[in-house]
């Protein structure tokens, strides 16, 4: 199919994938109404993630009925249902089987201690010993030695060796095998398949595999034993060992790991996607996974994760994209938008994703979409975007814009024609376990990154070279280096220590036939070094054409490259191709079609980097004619240009805030639109609106005074210390807690008021000391925040809501507590049976805030003092509707006002502006018609002719916001956090808090609600 015809309305193959969080007791008819709410929001699949607080036993005869009712939903919408290989994270152990069956299985780090040798016998899981120099000692010298070296290795018994293959067989034996036995020929034609999350070799140090002695003898001919101190001194020929060392590691997990998975997804006709951990730098993806490039051929689709409200680092996505094009993967998946909080925006969320577009994603996988709200559900590293959220039924928007943009991406030919080499094994070299001799390490990543940086900079688009997959699927051809199915005309060298002999080949090769290659002189070295072997004279470094200065070495890679061009506003054309005339802050890629709408195409995706700042720019192009396709409309458009001097084609465009733009350049002629005019008047937003419609209104209480079987412990505590505190007791506890609010003269007494409580049916519950019915009767948002309706028993003043339970936890529950004190994976599957949760007040009341605010960062606000429920305002300031009764609202609010025009005046050209939206919409509407709805934070929109009418004209604007004001976290003393995860929510360490570092305030931070004018 023409891609512009599927870009129309992409196949659920294009379409957003999001974790699905798998977190309560399943109920299948449950889980149907929330795939029919993701077919209706845009949604083309979801991965069945088993995460904490599962209360459906994992791989049980209830799950897989979870699961077939999940895939006969899927279907009924031709919706493509995932499974997800693990109960929690990181994938391999299988909900705890495959470590259980023993220490093989398990992972291993090495240890190299100096001990005397009275204490040997004390030593555990001894791999050898050695004197102070390093040297290996029989077991009769080393009992004789005063003191003596041993290398020793720790175990993790809750993660697997993920360097055995027989670890990796029983992971698949326990888990994939499992899946394919228990569904129907039908349903396992409907999954499309198996995502794999975060396998990682070590996140404690060196690795040790009861492999790794006789593959090192296999591979090098060598023993690895007595060679093992070098790995942590320099000592030796330590260069070469540590080479030979971390090479082999990671092929032991590429061949152990992933390939094996891989051919069990080809052989059952499923796919593998998924991605690794710590890919970030050479030093973070070292101990984790070797090299993370050579492990992405082994994904049908490959992925990566991006964390937060800020962009990952640029290798990221480079390396993924890289080894993706040249091993010929069509779609590239980033799981995204974990911690970015319950205030994120929609905005917030483009300029996220684009960024990661423009660097080759085009498949989305959100995190996440909770089954459940319920207790630590809502501190799973937010926000959930799904349907609890105000803003949930303008979210299809959102998902077709990015599924359009990522079809055109992914059905695009890449063709870029440099390679940047990539120097893991320099780090490889480097790396030992003292911190200081590290820095090395972190001085050549930064300088690869740097480098990588710049380059984009000035928009030569470039792929990263990786030793491994040189090696396997590199050639020459002609003046070309050739690595799988993409070919580079340049190679850039940055500041790199070691390369494979192999590597050295192919680029002497390539030099040989006249290849242009370039590199950044190494000033932190002088030393070089091929398979960790000393080698400062080779022949190859006569080759290279070595540059000094960065500016120097980008103006040669623009000359011999063909960069895109991105220029600042009336750039002289004899500067044109200098780094200087770039404008960094807009990234850009190409791709190619033969056939698009009917014709050849070259596209071009451009995006502006800068969250809150428009960028003008004047993008050339080398073309006949040009067209715009028009992602939120998915179809192609007139664009404004003109042809200048050089012969290119130049369109000269605004970037607004995070914006972006897609242009078509056609070999034949295309009409140009005319260029856009401004409207001469602004019609400026009144100050003050009146309350139209607004949903329920919220105050959020998270303090009480409680009591543990009769004893009292506080009179204002933090609900979630509360429940931190009970855990410490190891038994169950009577709990009394006592949460106080006050009313005034104002407020309506007699009229419904919502409690919205967890569990009802696990408190009695009291309100003045009158006993209250725990049934509940319905929910708000989530079917987590059940109602209780309290409104007959609150009366003028001070009010008291006390709710008793017994504060209970099965035994395996205290056990998965312990062992995350070891390792992750039991953190992350981790399910309470009693939860102490903040209750929440729900109805038609405003909150009055007679204490003082004041404005943090990130447009934070704090306030400190009361809150106390009265009546609600009848109208608001629209720049502060938060300080107007308001602060934890959570829904949307309709405000209505009347705008009067002279006579006359209604025929002039109009633009509504405002300087910033603090709100996820705004839907605006003029005399009952809808002109604009508004998802980014500074907005401009000219007013269709015939709108606006002489007299009074009704501007009506519709406010909706996100759970964040409800849920928080509300007492950072930074204000708004962009790492949003669970220990944010934390006064004091505990479970999900356990490296501390959080600076509380007793105050409440909220984000502003309204329009800046």
């Keep these: 199919m023409d891609p512009l015809q599927l870009a129309a309305n992409p196949p659920a193959e294009y379409r957003p994938i999001p974790f699905w969080s798998w977190n309560d007791r399943l109920e299948v008819p449950e889980l149907a109404r929330q795939i029919d709410l993701m077919k209706e929001a845009g949604i083309g699949g979801f991965f069945m993630h088993a995460r904490g607080g599962l209360h459906t036993e994992y791989l049980s005869k209830e799950w897989f009925d979870a699961v077939r009712g999940s895939i006969a939903a899927a279907q009924k919408h031709g919706m493509q249902p995932w499974a997800y290989d693990e109960n929690g994270w990181p994938s391999g152990f299988a909900d705890g089987v495959v470590p259980k069956m023993g220490l093989e299985y398990q992972q291993k780090y090495l240890r190299l201690t100096e001990i005397a040798a009275a204490d040997l016998a004390k030593s555990t899981n001894v791999v050898a010993c050695y004197d102070l120099d390093g040297r290996m000692l029989s077991a009769d010298a080393a009992k004789a030695a005063p003191r003596l070296l041993v290398c020793r290795f720790d175990v993790n018994p809750y993660y697997v060796d993920t360097l055995s293959l027989q670890a990796t067989n029983a992971f698949i034996d326990a888990v994939h095998e499992r899946y394919y036995a228990e569904l129907s020929p039908a349903e396992r034609k409907t999954m499309r398949g198996v995502f794999t999350d975060e396998p990682q070799i070590s996140r404690g140090g060196i690795p040790w595999s009861f492999t790794h002695a006789d593959e090192y003898r296999q591979a090098f001919g060598d023993e690895l034993l007595p060679l093992l101190p070098q790995l942590f001194r320099e000592i030796g020929a330590y260069e070469q060992t540590r080479c030979r060392f971390w090479r082999l590691t990671t092929r032991l997990f590429l061949d152990h790991f992933f390939k094996p998975i891989y051919d069990w997804c080809n052989a059952h006709q499923w796919e593998l996607t998924g991605h690794l951990v710590c890919e970030e730098t050479y030093l973070s993806q070292l101990a984790s996974n070797g090299a993370a490039m050579p492990h992405y051929q082994y994904f049908h689709i490959p992925g990566m994760d991006a964390l937060g409200r800020r962009f990952p680092g640029l290798a990221t996505p480079m390396q993924l994209a890289s080894a993706a094009a040249q091993t010929g993967k069509k779609q590239i998946l980033s799981e995204t938008f974990a911690l970015c909080g319950w205030a994120v925006s929609f905005a917030d969320l483009k300029w996220l994703y684009q960024w990661q577009m423009v660097h080759g994603v085009n498949l989305l996988c959100q995190h996440l979409e909770s089954y459940s709200l319920r207790g630590i559900r809502k501190r799973d590293y937010p926000a959930s975007l799904f349907v609890h959220q105000p803003w949930w039924r303008y979210y299809r928007q959102f998902n077709d814009e990015m599924s359009r943009i990522g079809t055109l991406l992914a059905e695009g030919q890449i063709s870029v024609d440099t390679l940047l080499i990539h120097g893991q094994s320099s780090a490889h070299l480097l790396f030992n376990t003292a911190a200081s001799g590290n820095e090395l390490v972190n001085a050549y990543s930064n300088a690869f990154i740097s480098l990588s940086s710049a380059l984009e900079g000035v928009h030569v688009n470039h792929h990263y070279g990786d030793e491994t997959l040189m090696e396997q699927h590199g050639r020459v051809d002609g003046a070309s280096i050739v690595v799988g199915q993409q070919q580079y005309r340049m190679v850039i060298l940055p500041k790199i220590l ?234 169950d506890a009577k709990l009394e807690m006592t949460f106080t609010f006050r009313t005034d003269a104002k407020y309506r007494l007699g009229q419904p008021l919502a409690l919205l409580l967890e569990h009802p049916e696990h408190f009695a519950i009291s309100v003045n000391g009158q006993a209250v019915s725990n049934q509940p009767q319905g929910f708000f948002a989530d079917p987590a925040f059940e109602r209780i309706d309290i409104g007959k028993a609150v009366v003028t003043g001070t009010n008291t809501i006390t709710l008793t339970t017994t504060f209970h936890q099965e035994p395996v529950v205290y056990q998965l507590i312990d062992a995350a004190k070891v390792f992750e994976s039991e953190k992350n599957r981790l399910a309470y049976n009693s939860e102490i949760e903040a209750i929440y007040l729900c109805g038609d009341f405003g909150v009055n805030t007679g204490g003082t605010f004041s404005q943090l960062d990130r447009d934070a606000i704090r306030y400190s003092g009361d809150f106390v429920l009265s009546a609600p305002a009848p109208q608001v300031d629209i720049e502060r509707i938060e300080q107007c009764g308001f602060p934890f609202f959570a829904g949307s609010m309709t405000l209505t006002q009347d705008i009067t025009l002279p006579p006359g005046e209604e025929n002039h050209g109009y633009e509504l502006a405002f300087a910033k939206l603090f709100a996820q919409v705004a839907v605006i509407r003029i005399n009952g018609r809808q002109v604009a709805t508004v998802t980014r934070p500074d907005y401009a929109c000219a007013i269709p002719a015939g709108v606006l009418k002489a007299g009074a004209n009704t501007i009506e604007i519709e406010l909706t916001n996100s759970l964040r004001n409800m849920l928080g976290p509300l007492h950072l003393e930074e204000g708004e956090c962009l790492g949003v995860s669970p220990g944010v929510f934390y006064k004091a360490p505990g479970v999900f808090a356990p490296w501390h570092r959080i600076v509380w305030n007793d105050d409440f931070c909220f984000m502003p609600f309204g329009i800046k004018r």
């Design 498 to 731: 070691n390369l494979s002999s192999k590597q050295v080949q192919l680029l002497d090769d390539f030099a040989q036939a006249g290849g242009t290659l370039l590199a950044e002189q190494n000033d932190l070295s002088c030393h070089f070094f091929i398979d960790g072997v000393p080698a400062d004279n080779a022949p190859l470094l006569k080759k290279i054409r070595f540059f000094a200065d960065r500016d120097a070495l980008l103006a040669a890679a623009m000359a011999a490259a063909t960069p895109i061009c991105v220029a600042t506003p009336d750039t002289a054309l004899s500067a044109l191709n200098t780094p200087a005339s770039q404008l960094g802050d807009i990234h850009a890629t190409r791709r190619y079609f033969s056939d698009l709408g009917g014709k050849a195409a070259v596209l071009y995706y451009y995006v502006n980097n800068q969250r809150f700042k428009a960028v003008a720019a004047d993008l050339y192009i080398p073309a006949v004619g040009l067209e715009r396709f028009d992602a939120e409309l998915g179809r192609m458009v007139p664009v404004a240009y003109d042809t200048a001097p050089n012969g290119m084609l130049r369109v000269r465009h605004r970037f607004e805030a995070a914006g972006d733009i897609i242009l078509i350049a056609r070999e034949t002629p295309v009409p140009a639109a005319a260029p856009a005019t401004k409207p001469t008047h602004s019609l400026a937003l009144p100050d003050t609106f009146a309350i139209k419609r607004c949903t329920e209104n919220l105050l959020t209480l998270e303090y009480c005074a409680y009591s543990v079987d009769g004893d009292k412990k506080s009179d204002r505590e933090y609900v979630l210390t509360i429940h931190d505190e009970l855990l410490k007791l190891r038994r």
